[in-house]
């Protein structure tokens, strides 16, 4: 069983740069899909993005293509999450998890971090 950690969120202004990290712990990612949700207030959840452990593949959503990068340090077995320009609709607890996915099915990942909550102020 992988246990994740997140670290990483806070409160940004609008155009700012976060990133958030997701640590495992008990096993490696190994082959595994690591992803990114996030529930925006009164939302439901969405997919951000997603790292294929195996081949470095990875997959967004179109609303952070080109704002968001997902990439991993293999020697940390860590997923990073390196958000940049951000808007105020990014507002959201965002989550990591680890699964065989596909990508986007929330349903497909097994493991889930604790959520760091990302605010950004307009």
């Known amino acids: 069983q992988v246990q994740l950690v997140q670290t990483g969120g806070g409160l940004v202004q609008a155009g700012s740069s976060l990133n958030l990290s997701c640590s495992a712990s008990g096993r490696t990612f190994r082959t595994m899909l690591v992803g990114w949700f996030r529930r925006p207030p009164g939302k439901e959840r969405e997919f951000v993005a997603a790292?294929?452990?195996?081949?470095?593949?990875?997959s967004y959503a179109d609303s952070v293509k080109g704002r968001f990068t997902v990439s991993r340090e293999s020697a940390k077995n860590t997923v990073n999450l390196q958000m940049t320009s951000l808007k105020p609709e990014d507002t959201a607890l965002y989550h990591c998890?680890?699964?065989?996915?596909?990508?986007?099915?929330?349903?497909?990942?097994?493991?889930w971090g604790q959520g760091t909550q990302v605010t950004v102020a307009s």
């Open positions: 790292l294929r452990w195996g081949d470095g593949g990875t």
């Open positions: 998890a680890a699964g065989v996915g596909p990508p986007a099915w929330v349903k497909g990942y097994t493991n």
